[in-house]
């Protein structure tokens, strides 16, 4: 597994890469239609997702990394190195994101440990992450792989309940 960060070109996402990740977002109408993050799930369209990933990339610190497998788009992570609360020390994963006909197969679990791994080698203590409070799956997920809960809150971006989550990296 590669993880690489998305880097626009001259302001712009590129083409081709920027239609691969609407396809991955595509596979995942079931999240979507959880978040409310799209007027139709079921119709996501390129420029929905580079409006997306504009917001993502317009916040201080935030990184969008591509996860790829033998050259496939499995997966796609927005971070953030240092949270938008002055008193929060920790780095967050704002979304997690693998090819819904790929779950179960590991991805998820790999890209999360990478992330981890960045931010540990960063020499952060620390990593958060906000799961909606409607989305069980996402949690058990999280919990899995040794997130605890924090608090409970509304998110940031549109004053859904979540679930914050923090997860202690230990030196190497």
Known sequence: MILHPLVP???????????????????NHAFFELSGDFPDPDRITVEQVAAALAGELAHD?????????????????????????????????????IDATAHREGYGRAVATLIEDRFRTAGRAGVRIAVLDNNPTALAFWQSQGYVELRRAKDRELGRDCTVLRKPLEAP
């Open 9 to 27: 070109v001259d302001g712009a996402l590129p083409g081709p890469v920027l239609t691969e990740i609407a396809a991955l977002y595509s596979t």
């Open 61 to 97: 610190s935030a990184e969008v990394l591509l996860a790829r497998s033998a050259g496939r788009l499995v997966g796609l992570a927005a971070t953030l190195a240092q949270a938008p609360a002055a008193d929060d020390p920790d780095p967050w994963i704002g979304l997690l994101l």
